[in-house]
Structures are given as C-alpha cells and as structure tokens.
C-alpha cells in the first residue's frame, strides 16, 4: 500500500491565483481531511469528508473548496490563492479514529 | 472533542525514560485519548491511544489516570530519532477527524 499521498510536495503561487491540492489514499478509508500547518503552530481542520459524496466544513474553511466523488481522493482546491494562505498543508485518512497522515503539501503565494 | 493541555516543551537525556503529561479534565465517557507525533514537519504519525486501561504497544505506554483527567505518554528508551512535537488528543472513537493542540515540543539529547 502507498498510504496516503499528495501532490505536489511544493508549489509556489501568485497572488489570485487558484490550484488544486491532490490527496489519495488507497486504504479504502471512509474518513478523509485537509489540515493545514503555519509555522510553529498545530494542525487546524479546513475541511473533511465522511465518504463518497459527504463533505463538510472544519474549523478554517473559507478560500478552500472540497468534493468527494470516489472514496481515493479528496482533492483540496484554492480558488485565489492569498498570501495568508502560505502554509503547510496535510491531507489524512482513517477507518475510525486512527488517522494516517499524508507527507504534506508545502505552499508559498507571494 | 475534550480540550486538551500539555506542557510546551521538556528535554529528555537520551536513553532515559521520557514522559509526557496530557491534562482532558473534560473529557467525556466515550471519548479516547489519542497521541501523535510528527518529526521535522513531517506528517503526524499515530502513537498509541486508550480509553481507560493503560496501553502498551512497541513505540510507548499510555497511562491514563482512574478518573480519566489526565493520562501520560512515555517512551521507555528515549532516542534522538524521538526529538519531535507530541499532540495529545481527546475525541470519540468513530471520529475521523481530530483537534490539534501545540503540542509538547520533545528534545532528546545525548
């Protein structure tokens, strides 16, 4: 098994300008969240997905869209991209509460 | 989920026994107490967790206290491999999704 993985591991932006994070897994895990990461902080919740179909919001979700049309991926997309939004992003999975992260994502808009 | 709190930092000679303190004064009955780590802004890596009896696994212990308010993560043989931030964190046993703290920031010196 892969685990989880994401692409890319660094991407830089301009200001406004919109991506899209990638997240798989192929654990067949039901659960599936985007965290992401300032510096020298904790990991806070953006948003997350209970399976195929099922998405909602977690604690900072404004400027980030999600959808889940198959259980492997989850992709995270920036839809103009801001300089707050530089940080590390982590995309997980789990079964139940056992989550397994992916390696990140690091972003930088300028 | 339960607010957690954990010291900021603490050092650890290497070799030694590290251990690590979790205050959930409010954690409730179905309500795990999960532990994490993650090294060098990598992606967190599942520890251990517990209800109420005290776990072991081949990475550490959990002792979580009679009443449930506090627990301790401890790492037998401390390495410089183990120098990381560890995250305590309280949620339910089918939640998917997890609340991060700052975490304890753990050096381990030789």
């Known amino acids: 098994n892969a685990g989880v993985t994401q692409t890319p591991k660094f991407q830089v932006l301009k200001t406004g300008q919109s991506m899209t994070l990638q997240c798989a897994q192929d654990?067949?895990?039901?659960?599936m969240s985007w965290y992401r990461q300032d510096p020298g902080m904790g990991l806070r919740l953006i948003h997350y997905s209970v399976g195929a179909g099922i998405t909602d919001q977690g604690e900072v979700p404004n400027g980030y869209n999600v959808s889940r049309s198959t259980t492997e991926d989850f992709p995270l997309r920036l839809l103009s991209a801001a300089p707050s939004q530089t940080s590390v992003y982590f995309c997980?999975?789990?079964?139940?509460?056992?989550?397994?992260f992916g390696p990140g994502t690091r972003l930088l808009v300028l | 989920d339960a607010k957690t709190t954990q010291p900021t930092s603490m050092d650890c000679a290497e070799g030694r026994a590290a251990n690590l303190p979790c205050n959930h004064s409010t954690i409730s009955g179905n309500e795990y107490v999960y532990w994490y780590r993650q090294i060098h802004s990598q992606g967190p890596q599942y520890i251990i967790h517990g209800l109420k009896n005290n776990e072991t696994n081949e990475m550490a212990s959990l002792i979580i206290t009679e009443d449930r308010k506090s627990s301790t993560l401890i790492l037998p043989h401390a390495t410089l491999r183990d120098t990381a931030v560890y995250y305590c964190?309280?949620?339910?046993?089918?939640?998917?999704?997890?609340?991060f703290g700052d975490g304890t920031t753990l050096t381990v010196k030789p």
């Open positions: 654990m067949n895990h039901e659960y």
């Open positions: 964190i309280v949620k339910r046993t089918n939640a998917g999704k997890s609340t």
């Open positions: 997980a999975s789990s079964y139940s509460a056992t989550q397994y």
